[in-house]
């Protein structure tokens, strides 16, 4: 009963946030307008510069789950971009631009994913996290250096791509297989399907060690691993580019910590690595190819457990 409630709750938001994103198209902006100005933000952030940025007169500022105001938060911390790690791809249907890749402060790496939303020419929204060293759930070796998988740049053939709706379905069915893990699938995987988290490559690396860390994405779900996930919730589709098979989206993995130990569909004895309530923040991009989830990017960061969004128009 629990579990149907939150899936009617969720189909709900995902219907109601697509229905207002598509209409509130913003056409005017096309993909080159977009890119280049968040080129503008980012220089201007870097510059510490907010009057370097086409702001609206309205803009509405978050960073890590919280509302700031323009200035704070990164904006008074960095002190560069990696450009060699920039991944940029744009919605002009929606007026939406998305991004990520490597900021430093005071010289030290963090992870960023970005959206902004344009509205005749000006920002009216900024949406960030930022993950810094320690603050993800993978392994800090390697912290800071990021590779994105060069499927993500790369344009689909107008034959074969998805429409918008089948995109979004697609994301939204990952994060369904996510929730409550029993190894059922609710979407597409493609077979070499893999999977980087804050710059940790957390399925489908074929040099991992651990040997689940090799499994692609569809293999590590059917052995229903993830199994103390238990709420993804306020899901929504932010950033659509359907010529490059991308959707980002925005989402809360919620831990209630209350499962201890359980069995893999394999058969074998896992313990939860979950011991409290706990809750990851994230916005994640998927790129799809020939109608399954190919690769997948994520920035995740914690956030106190179940805490709302400030982007969300429904009650929790």
């Not at 952030?45 to 700031?68: G, I």
């Not at 790690?85 to 430093?104: M, N, Q, T």
């Not at 209630?256 to 690595?273: A, C």
Request: net charge neutral; with cysteine.
């Amino acid at each position: 009963m629990w579990r149907g409630a939150v899936f009617a709750c969720m189909w709900a938001v995902v219907a109601a946030g697509g229905a207002a994103r598509t209409a509130g198209a913003a056409s005017s902006c096309d993909r080159a307008c977009l890119t280049g100005i968040l080129d503008q933000y980012l220089a201007g952030l870097v510059a510490h510069d907010p009057s370097r940025v086409p702001f609206a007169t309205k803009v509405k500022f978050t960073e890590n789950n919280v509302q700031l105001q323009i200035g704070d938060g990164l904006w008074g911390t960095v002190s560069g971009i990696r450009h060699d790690s920039d991944l940029k791809f744009a919605d002009p249907a929606a007026g939406e631009v998305g991004y990520y890749g490597v900021v430093e402060e005071h010289g030290e790496p963090a992870y960023i994913a970005l959206r902004l939303k344009v509205h005749g020419g000006k920002i009216t929204e900024i949406e960030s996290i930022v993950c810094r060293k320690g603050n993800g759930p993978g392994p800090t070796d390697h912290f800071g250096e990021l590779q994105h998988d060069p499927a993500f740049f790369q344009t689909e053939p107008a034959s074969s791509r998805s429409s918008r709706a089948r995109l979004i379905a697609l994301a939204n069915g990952y994060f369904s297989t996510l929730q409550l893990n029993d190894g059922t699938l609710h979407t597409r995987f493609d077979p070499t399907c893999s999977r980087l988290e804050d710059g940790w490559r957390s399925a489908g690396d074929p040099q991992a060690k651990s040997a689940f860390t090799r499994l692609s994405c569809g293999g590590q779900f059917k052995l229903g691993y993830y199994r103390w996930d238990d709420r993804v919730r306020d899901r929504r589709f932010l950033v659509i580019d359907e010529e490059r098979g991308l959707v980002m989206a925005r989402m809360f993995i919620d831990h209630r910590g209350v499962l201890t130990d359980y069995t893999l569909t394999n058969g074998e004895r896992r313990v939860s690595p979950i011991k409290a309530p706990h809750t990851w923040c994230a916005l994640e991009l998927f790129k799809i190819r020939n109608g399954a989830i190919y690769r997948i990017e994520a920035v995740f960061v914690p956030v106190p457990y179940y805490m709302p969004s400030p982007w969300s128009r429904h009650a929790q």
